[in-house]
């Protein structure tokens, strides 16, 4: 199916590490992007391609894919990390697609 | 440094057509193998990609818009422009250009506007 499918809300304990996780038949074929995104602002691309972080995002970001399965883990999240995070990828027919989006709270 | 900014009216009435510019600065619309896409978001909801338009005037849009949108680009002024036709309240969002690259399989909006919001209402 042409979806991606995201966990609405996800939260972590400050320092502590978490995976926000996208499901979709085309990422069996293609690799997500990801973007952070906070209120008011415009999506911001932290991972990209099997693992790249554009330069400026942290290491703390890291992407992984397994199956038709792609994540997102911040390891040691930050207060300042609480955002909506949505993947992406292509749909059967080649062209963009976003997940629904995951909304993270840092505690 | 590429910027993208967004432009065109806030407020369009219903049935009419929507007509957003974006302008690139920091670089040429048409060097490099890069797509510009348009995407929008509700407000409180997720993003939605409407289509996009590639360096040599091809384009792809989104299957649920297609018969309503049209992409153009003028690189003499280095922007890209989406028209959207007869417009309902369902389509009031903000509304983003991005830069569509091709990277290691797959796409990723590198760079992005800020953003414009545009509201449909009589």
């Known amino acids: 199916s042409s979806e991606l499918t995201q966990d609405p809300a996800v939260s972590v304990a400050l320092g502590q590490t978490v995976r926000i996780t996208c499901q979709g038949d085309?990422?069996?074929?293609?690799?997500a992007s990801w973007y952070q995104q906070k209120p008011g602002q415009a999506p911001v691309l932290v991972i990209y391609?099997?693992?790249n972080r554009p330069s400026g995002i942290p290491d703390r970001f890291s992407g992984s894919s397994s199956g038709n399965t792609a994540s997102l883990t911040i390891t040691g999240a930050q207060a300042e990390d609480e955002a909506d995070y949505y993947c992406?990828?292509?749909?059967?027919?080649?062209?963009?697609?976003f997940g629904g989006g995951t909304k993270l709270t840092v505690l | 440094q590429v910027q993208l900014q967004e432009s065109g009216p806030g407020l369009v009435k219903p049935s009419q057509t929507l007509s957003l510019t974006c302008t690139v600065s920091?670089?040429?619309?048409?060097?490099?193998?890069?797509?510009w896409s348009w995407i929008r978001q509700p407000a409180g909801k997720g993003l939605e990609w409407i289509g996009r338009?590639?360096?040599?005037?091809?384009?792809n849009y989104n299957p649920s818009l297609k018969s309503r949108v049209t992409i153009s680009v003028d690189t003499s002024k280095n922007q890209f422009s989406l028209k959207l036709s007869s417009v309902t309240a369902a389509d009031t969002a903000v509304y983003y250009c991005?830069?569509?690259?091709?990277?290691?399989?797959?796409?990723?909006?590198?760079?992005w506007g800020q953003g414009t919001l545009v509201t449909v209402s009589s």
């Open positions: 991005a830069r569509d690259r091709l990277s290691e399989g797959g796409n990723h909006f590198d760079y």
């Open positions: 992406n990828s292509r749909d059967s027919s080649g062209n963009p697609l």
């Open positions: 338009i590639y360096t040599s005037g091809s384009t």
């Open positions: 391609g099997k693992n």
């Open positions: 920091g670089g040429s619309i048409s060097s490099g193998s890069y797509y």
């Open positions: 085309s990422l069996r074929s293609y690799y």
